[in-house]
C-alpha cells in the first residue's frame, strides 16, 4: 500500500495539503498573524499571504510522522539562529503561540487530539496525536 505521505516529496506534498486545509472552515488565519514574527530569531513579521496554513499542514505532517508530538518539540523544530551582529549566532525556538493555535484549531476540526499518558513518558500532557478522521485527511492527499 502506497503512502502519499512518505511517497511524494515533503515540500510538494506540504503544498497539497495546505489547499486541502484551506476548505476546513476551522482552519483560520487570526488578524495577529500578520503582526507578528515566527520566532525571537526572525527580524520581521512573515510575509507569506499562505503562512498559516503551510506551517498547520507542516505540523500536521510532524504528528504524522512521530506519532505523539507536543509544542515544545515543535518549537524547536522551526526554530532558527539568531544573528547577533559581530556575536557568534545562537539557536532560538520558534513561537509557541502560532504553534499552539493551529493546534487548538486541528483539535476543534477533529484532526488531532491530546494523546493519554504514555507510560515512560512524564505523567503531563505528552502532546497531541492524530485522530483516526486526521490519518485520512493525510492519506488521501495525492
Avoid: C
Avoid at 503582526?35 to 498547520?56: L, Q, Y
Avoid at 545562537?90 to 507510560?119: C, H, N, P, Y
Wanted: proline share 4%; hydrophobic share 35%.
Amino acid at each position: 500500500m502506497e503512502n502519499p505521505v512518505y511517497e511524494l516529496n515533503a515540500q510538494e506534498y506540504n503544498l497539497k495539503l495546505a489547499e486541502a486545509l484551506k476548505q476546513i472552515p476551522e482552519f483560520k488565519k487570526p488578524e495577529w498573524s500578520e503582526f507578528v514574527k515566527s520566532g525571537v530569531a526572525k527580524e520581521r513579521p512573515i510575509d507569506d499571504v499562505d503562512f498559516w496554513h503551510k506551517r498547520a499542514a507542516s505540523i500536521l505532517r510532524q504528528i504524522y510522522k512521530k506519532k505523539i508530538v507536543g509544542v515544545n518539540r515543535l518549537k524547536t523544530k522551526y526554530g532558527s539562529k539568531q544573528n547577533r551582529g559581530f556575536k557568534p549566532e545562537i539557536f532560538r525556538k520558534a513561537s509557541g503561540k502560532i504553534i499552539r493555535t493551529i493546534l487548538q484549531q486541528a483539535d476543534s476540526a477533529g484532526i488531532t487530539e491530546i494523546a493519554e499518558d504514555v507510560k515512560g513518558v512524564r505523567s503531563r500532557k505528552p502532546g497531541r496525536q492524530l485522530t483516526q478522521k486526521g490519518k485520512e485527511i493525510l492519506e488521501e492527499i495525492k
